[in-house]
């Protein structure tokens, strides 16, 4: 094989393989933010994050959140997630549950158990006149268990944000997964069944 004919098929290899990595975009969401640290009501130190399931419809679950359908490529771009959404919310919750000084060292040491289903998490992406708009929604239920696996609450929550595309729009909707995930956790310990769970207020 000549020397030009060997360049020749690298240059088409490259091409080829630059065409299909342009069809898939890969989001890492970031952590979400804490805040100041507070004392915590209740019990400090008495939550513990059992797992998280993934209970999406098959065609929906996994990695993969969405498509972005931009106007200046010529094919849609596959979306996907690491780490997957169960995982990035676990991780996330469980970060947040410590900086905030609810969770405990173990599962043997938590006075309450909660354990989690993730139910969306992916994003639309609507064309407009000018701009294309990405709706983002995430939303969860939490089951919470007592010590010896008695249930003492269940909620679901959402949440959602939305960004103008194409400046910049993966970065824009890893913030956006972020701040959505960040939403839930807020209205999680606001929620009558988290102060249970952490005995800041009655049964």
């Known amino acids: 094989m000549s020397r030009p004919f060997r360049l020749a098929v690298a240059l088409i290899t490259a091409a080829a393989l630059a065409g ?13 933010p804490i805040g100041p640290r507070e004392a915590p009501q209740g019990h400090a130190w008495s939550l513990w994050v059992a797992e998280a399931r993934d209970v999406r419809p098959p065609d929906k679950a996994g ?40 969770e405990a060292s173990g599962p043997e040491r938590a006075r309450s158990v909660l354990r989690l289903e993730i139910e969306e998490f992916g994003l639309d992406e609507a064309p407009g006149a000018v701009w294309d708009t990405v709706n983002l929604r995430v939303a969860y239920s939490v089951r919470i268990s007592d010590a010896s696996g008695r249930e003492i609450g269940r909620l679901r929550l959402e949440g959602g944000s939305q960004v103008r595309s194409p400046i910049d729009t993966p970065r824009q909707v890893e913030n956006g997964f972020r701040d959505a995930v960040a939403d839930t956790f807020d209205a999680l310990t606001r929620s009558g069944a988290f102060q249970r769970a952490v005995g800041a207020s009655g049964p």
């Not at 299909?20 to 979400?32: D, F």
């Not at 979306?79 to 995982?87: A, K, L, Q």
């Open 63 to 102: 990695p993969i959140v969405g498509t972005f359908y931009t106007r200046f490529l010529k094919s849609p771009q596959t979306v996907y997630v690491e780490p997957n959404p169960e995982v990035y919310v676990k991780e996330q919750l469980t970060r947040y549950l410590l900086a905030r000084g609810w």
């Open 20 to 32: 299909c990595a342009a069809q898939t975009v890969m989001l890492r969401p970031k952590p979400v």
